[in-house]
C-alpha cells in the first residue's frame, strides 16, 4: 500500500487497471489487486479466520461503545482495531469445535480515567440491575460529572444492551432496566466511567453473570 498526493487529474477512488485507489484515515492510499488463488486454506488458516470471525460478530453490536471509549483516538489503527487486537490475543479461546469469549477478559473500555472503586451488580426488582461503586470524586483526574457505561450481553439470546449515561460517579449507583424479552437470561455485564465530555475514560471492569428476573 502507498500514499499519494496527486493523480494524474487528482485523487481518485475505485479500481484503475491492477491498482485500487482510496481514502483511509484521511490519506489517499493506492494498493494493489488481491492475486486470485485456488488453494484450500490450511486447518490453521480456517482456524483464524473463525476466530477473527467470533471476535469480530461480540465486538459489532457494542461498536459506538469502543469507538468512543477503547484505546487512543490518533496513530494509524483505529479503536475497533485496537480492540480487535486485544481481544484476538487476550479474550477468546478455542472449545472444539468453535471459538468462544473469555467474559472476563472482555474489555468495552480501555483507557486512563480512575476507575470504579468497590463495584458491585445485584438483580433488585423486574428486569432491573443496579449497580453500585464507591464515590472516588476528586481522586485523581475523577470527576462528580463522570458518568457510568454500561453493556450489558445474554449469551444464550445473542442480545445486547447499553447505556452510555446509566449514572453519575458521585451518585455511586445506577440502576438498568432491560427491555422485557431479558426476563429469565443470564446476563453478563461491564462497567467503565467516561468523562462528560469523553475526552477521558477508564478501563471497564467485568461484573460477572447475574440472571435477570
Not at 489517499?28 to 490450511?42: A, E, F, G, Q, Y
Not at 458491585?120 to 461503586?133: A, F, L, Q
Not at 469523553?198 to 428476573?213: D, I, N, R
Request: aromatic fraction near 10%; hydrophobic fraction near 35%; charged fraction near 15%.
Amino acid at each position: 500500500m502507498g500514499t499519494y498526493n496527486k493523480g494524474i487529474l487528482g485523487p481518485f477512488s475505485g479500481k484503475v487497471g491492477t491498482v485500487v485507489g482510496a481514502s483511509w484515515r484521511g490519506k489517499d492510499i493506492l494498493r494493489s489487486l488481491p492475486k486470485k488463488t485456488n488453494r484450500t486454506p490450511t486447518e490453521v488458516q480456517m482456524l483464524q479466520r473463525q476466530k477473527f470471525a467470533t471476535v469480530s460478530e461480540f465486538l459489532t453490536p457494542i461498536g459506538d461503545v469502543i469507538s468512543r471509549y477503547y484505546g487512543s483516538g490518533s496513530g494509524e489503527l483505529t479503536r475497533r482495531n485496537q480492540a480487535m487486537s486485544y481481544h484476538m490475543k487476550e479474550a477468546v479461546t478455542y472449545v472444539d469445535p468453535n471459538f468462544e469469549m473469555i467474559y472476563n477478559k472482555v474489555q468495552i473500555a480501555k483507557g486512563d480515567l480512575l476507575g470504579l472503586q468497590n463495584p458491585t451488580v445485584s438483580v433488585v426488582g423486574s428486569n432491573e440491575i443496579k449497580y453500585n461503586w464507591t464515590d472516588n470524586s476528586g481522586q485523581g483526574s475523577a470527576k462528580a460529572t463522570d458518568q457510568l457505561v454500561v453493556v450489558i450481553y445474554a449469551p444464550s439470546a445473542n442480545l445486547y444492551y447499553y447505556m452510555l449515561n446509566a449514572g453519575l460517579r458521585n451518585s455511586g449507583n445506577g440502576v438498568i432496566t432491560l427491555p422485557t424479552y431479558f426476563a429469565g437470561l443470564e446476563v453478563q455485564s461491564w462497567i467503565t466511567f467516561a468523562a462528560a465530555d469523553e475526552k477521558s475514560y477508564a478501563t471497564s471492569v467485568y461484573m460477572g453473570a447475574v440472571t435477570v428476573s
